[in-house]
């Protein structure tokens, strides 16, 4: 079965430096495709950016980017320049067979971003 | 502007009530999920749907049923809530296949 694990409940740091939030996952595909969501304050939950397994280079979408670690099964989101806005819960989650129409999550990280 | 929309977005109902959360999208997307939101579990999924009539059991189905109307809407039945179902629930729609997922804004409902 799928399994998406994020073991940073929650990371700190300080406005405009960089900040990688980690996420392992399980799988016997050998193709898959993996998202990063965030939850502001109000609840929303937005996409962000995604990766799917086929690609080698890692995707990036503004000042999000991915580290993408095929052989240790690893999907780390990272922000530059972290902005005050950035402070959100950020999902970690992973779509594979048996069941590509099923989104399985992690547990989420809290992110702060400090002034 | 293509969303999924959800109502209502606060609901408080009695042990052994009825509740029916709905959900629209106007994306057009085939695919439409009911998931659930607690503290330290993140998102698990209650029941989903391909289509008008189709119905899927998702990973936390006990004590939940759904029904997809039509294209465009999709509902929560709980016909004899209880407090472990006080919870974040989101509606929310995609193409399938390998596609994002796009959410709605939540129903906070709790059961008192």
């Known amino acids: 079965a799928q399994k998406v694990t994020q073991t940073q409940t929650s990371i700190s740091v300080m406005e405009k430096t960089t900040v990688t939030m980690d996420c392992v996952y399980e799988?016997?595909?050998?193709?898959?495709?993996l998202f990063w969501y965030k939850q502001t304050a109000s609840g929303e939950i937005v996409f962000l950016i995604r990766q799917d397994s086929y690609k080698k280079e890692n995707a990036t979408v503004g000042h999000y980017s991915l580290n993408f670690q095929k052989p240790k099964s690893s999907i780390g989101l990272i922000i530059t320049a972290t902005q005050i806005e950035d402070s959100a819960v950020y999902f970690c989650a992973m779509r594979a067979m048996p069941n590509y129409n099923v989104l399985y999550f992690g547990s989420g990280t809290k992110l702060t971003v400090e002034p | 502007e293509a969303a999924v929309t959800q109502s209502p977005r606060n609901k408080v109902t009695v042990t052994g009530g009825n509740v029916t959360l709905s959900c629209r999208q106007t994306?057009?997307?085939?695919?439409m999920y009911w998931y659930r939101q607690d503290t330290g579990h993140g998102l698990r999924l209650i029941h989903y749907?391909?289509?008008?009539?189709?119905?899927q059991i998702g990973d936390v189905p006990d004590g939940y049923k759904a029904t997809r109307t039509t294209q465009e809407d999709f509902f929560l039945l709980l016909e004899l809530a209880s407090p472990s179902q006080t919870s974040l629930y989101f509606c929310a729609s995609s193409p399938g296949g390998g596609a994002e997922v796009f959410f709605g804004k939540g129903t906070r409902l709790t059961v008192v």
């Open positions: 994306n057009s997307h085939n695919y």
């Open positions: 749907s391909y289509g008008a009539g189709n119905l």
């Open positions: 799988t016997q595909d050998s193709s898959y495709f």
